[in-house]
Nanobody
């Protein structure tokens, strides 16, 4: 069983920044074959794709609304993925989830492992 634990969420002023972290632990798996993703879910809305990184090669992918403002990165040695969020606006407020999969990119259903989520709120 793989456990994913997110951290770094909180309340930030509009225009500010946050860095979310996702640490993986549990059974050994081939992390280099994995895709790590960040998703978010606002109240009353479906969970949506934010960003993903292919562990092998480091290619990154972003949803259009966050391109240029968010950056996903990873630390192999720590089995940790990060989401740097800059120039935050109220529309990014949601619960952010980290997830991992061997066969997917932006589709929620393709991800097998999920964290518990971390809340991000933006004050104006």
């Amino acid at each position: 069983q793989v456990q994913l634990v997110e951290s770094g969420g909180g309340l930030v002023q509009a225009g500010g920044s946050l860095r979310l972290s996702c640490a993986a632990s549990g059974r050994t798996f081939n992390s280099y074959a994995m895709t790590w993703g960040w998703f978010r879910q606002a109240p009353g809305k479906e969970r949506e794709f934010v960003a993903a990184i292919l562990w092998s090669g480091g290619s990154t992918y972003y949803a259009d609304p966050v391109k240029g403002r968010f950056t996903i990165s990873g630390d192999n040695a720590k089995n940790t993925v990060y989401l740097q969020m800059n120039s935050l606006k109220s529309d990014v407020a949601a619960v952010y989830y980290c997830a991992a999969t061997e066969y997917g990119l932006s589709c929620v259903a393709r991800y097998d492992y999920w964290g518990q989520g971390t809340q991000v709120a933006v004050s104006s």
